[in-house]
């Protein structure tokens, strides 16, 4: 059981398609803090968020961890504190409730649309690369493709419809939640009650590394 001479455990789970690299720039002081990474696994078709966040959980061997996630990571975070007991709950790039998901997802739930998106595209990312989109985005997803490396189609298929039809409707006690002011994804307009980071975007897990390294351990022990 952790005690206050024993490092704090902290499980880290990337959002959506990423693996635990998108933490690789996380240092934590190894004296305080001990990392662990999760990992997303393959779900049955259909299979309701909260049995696959308790497979999810599974992989936790610590009492009362520290949880991180990022963007639909932070959603399985929130789902895995209501199974175990945890010491908190820190959530980035992500949404408290349903109530803060853009206008787009809440239509898309209403009309299925979601259902219509070529994950397969995504998850042959060969494609991507020789189709037109802009030298920016190419370069965004060179410098990101060894992060999003899960993108099996069953795997996207499940994510999207999982995020998309999350039915938390209130945030829940407790809850850290930092997020950026350049957020496209789940723009900070519709946020309440986070931690500001400005400039931020929905990868700030990365391009504001800097600051979660200066930052983080006080936010855990405060």
Partial sequence: MPTDSLPIPVYF?????ANPLIFEKIILPEDRFSM???EWKMP??????????????????????VLLGVSFGGIIAQEISKIISIRKLIIISSVKSNREFPKKFKFAQL???????????????????????????????ISYEKYLTVRDKIYLDWAINAIVNW?????????????????????????????????????MILSKAK?????LPEIILE
């Fill in 13 to 17: 789970m990337p959002g959506m398609s």
């Fill in 36 to 38: 662990h990474f999760l």
């Fill in 44 to 65: 049955v078709v259909d299979e309701p968020l909260k049995i696959y966040s308790a497979r999810i959980a599974q992989e936790i061997t610590h009492e009362n961890p």
């Fill in 167 to 203: 039915n938390q409707e209130e945030p829940l006690k407790n809850i850290i939640h930092i997020h950026g002011t350049e957020d496209l994804i789940f723009p900070a307009s519709n946020i309440k009650d986070y931690l500001e980071i400005k400039g931020g975007d929905h990868a």
């Fill in 111 to 141: 009309t299925r649309a979601h259902k219509l998106f070529p994950t397969g595209l995504i998850a042959n990312m060969a494609i991507l690369h020789n189709l037109a989109f802009g030298d920016n985005f190419k370069k965004k997803l």
């Fill in 211 to 215: 600051w979660f390294k200066e930052h």
